[in-house]
């Protein structure tokens, strides 16, 4: 079975503070992306990348940046994390077959 | 840039009553993919269209593709409890590694 995870449901950051989201997928897949979700305004790319060491900024790639040191797991990086950066973290990988995302449970980061 | 808009944002709906929610773009889009996402849960893909004026239909939802691939819509006939969460359509741009452009999304409720 299909299966991206990510390193936490729920996390809690002061202002400045640097931040790690991991994101591990098992399928294989070159493409990975970063996604953050906002009540009324969906998923918003952030970074994606084609393969390992490759990386491609997204609609909203300021303030982050991305890892991508092995196949299976991308890593997005907030690297002085702002109230505004306040969020819901999705991470997918596509299957380049049908370009079906998969998705993870998510983090809710909130920057405090 | 290239943006989906997604209509309404918010549908509240009596079980067994029909619902849509509708998928525009001022550009012609590639493929659209359909997402659901629970509520507290991540988005899992539904169904995706290719060709001009594409019908498909899973079960009580039936997914379409305008004839000018610039609008897309999906219907669910007789709502359920279980037909609860967002909906997202998405725009699938191939020659960037199968990123998507995301629409807003519609919130289905669901009143028993």
């Known amino acids: 079975d299909v299966k991206v995870t990510q390193s936490s449901r729920y996390l809690v950051k002061r202002t400045g503070e640097k931040v790690f989201l991991e994101c591990v997928q098992d399928?294989?897949?070159?493409?990975m992306f970063w996604y953050r979700q906002d009540p009324g305004l969906g998923l918003r790319l952030i970074y994606f990348?084609?393969?390992?060491?490759?990386?491609e900024k997204g609609d909203i790639p300021e303030g982050y940046s991305v890892s991508r040191e092995k196949k299976e797991r991308f890593s997005l990086i907030l690297e002085s994390a702002s109230t505004n950066q306040t969020s819901m973290y999705l991470c997918?990988?596509?299957?380049?077959?049908?370009?079906?995302?998969?998705f993870g449970p998510g983090t809710r980061l909130t920057v405090t | 840039g290239q943006q989906v808009m997604q209509i309404p944002q918010y549908q509240h709906v009596q079980e067994g009553e029909d619902f849509t929610t509708y998928c525009n773009s001022s550009?012609?889009?590639?493929?659209i993919q359909w997402y659901k996402q629970r509520p507290g849960g991540h988005p899992v893909f539904l169904i995706q269209?290719?060709?001009?004026?594409e019908v498909k239909k899973q079960k009580r939802l039936t997914f379409q593709f305008g004839e000018a691939k610039k609008n897309s819509s999906l219907h669910i006939t007789a709502t359920q409890t279980t037909d609860v969460g967002t909906y997202f359509c998405a725009d699938l741009i191939y020659n960037q590694g199968g990123k998507l452009i995301f629409g807003q999304g519609t919130e289905l409720s669901v009143k028993p």
């Open positions: 997918a990988s596509v299957q380049t077959s049908s370009y079906e995302q998969y």
């Open positions: 269209l290719v060709k001009s004026g």
């Open positions: 990348s084609y393969d390992v060491k490759m990386k």
């Open positions: 550009t012609t889009l590639s493929n």
């Open positions: 399928m294989d897949h070159e493409n």
